[in-house]
Every structure is written in C-alpha cells, then in structure tokens.
C-alpha cells in the first residue's frame, strides 16, 4: 500500500483532532457527525474512527487512481467512471457527418 505525503499529513491532523482530518475527508456529512460524537464520548473511538476512514481513502486511492474515486459515505468510494471510460462517438472529429453527394 502506498502512502503519499498527504496521507501521512491527514494522520497527524486525526491524532491532534480527528473531527478535523474527517471533515478534510468528506466534508460536511454524517460521517463528520458520526466522528464528532465518537470522540466526545472517548478520545479514542474517534480516532479509530477517522484512522479507518484514511485506511478507506488510502485503499482507494490504490484500487481506483489518484482522483479516479469520489466518496459516497460509510467510508466507501466508488469509481468516477465506472470500469472504463466512456468511449467518444464512431464520428467524433469527423467534418461530415455522411456521405457527400
């Protein structure tokens, strides 16, 4: 598994406030909240929260490519483009678009 210098970035902000390095992660949504009430109740259930959540962007980023993912929630991600790229059409660049009479 690859480990890039923001990973490494986003794991000290998750061991000084792991509400802070979630919300680097997703933003404003219910995994923030989730994260938020987790480390109120104990320090360390929110950390073990965001720290699974790094491990799923990390595993990501190997399975899908850098910026071929986006987050969907519950710490999945899914592909941008599905299994490959869609395809331009049979006449994409072509100045006609028949035969000339």
Not at 24 to 37: A, K, P, Q, R
Not at 44 to 65: M, S, V
Not at 78 to 101: D, E, F, H, L
Request: include cysteine.
């Amino acid at each position: 598994m690859r480990i890039k210098g923001s990973d490494i970035l986003l794991i000290l902000v998750a061991i000084v406030a792991p509400p802070l390095a979630v919300f680097f992660m997703t933003g404003c949504s219910c995994d923030l909240l989730i994260n938020i009430l987790l480390t109120i109740l104990g320090v360390i259930p929110g950390h073990i929260h965001a720290f699974w959540l790094i491990y799923r962007k990390i595993k990501a980023e190997n399975t899908y490519g850098a910026g071929g993912y986006t987050y969907v929630g519950s710490g999945a991600y899914q592909p941008i483009y599905g299994n490959k790229p869609a395809a331009a059409p049979a006449t994409y660049g072509s100045t006609t678009t028949g035969p000339v009479m």
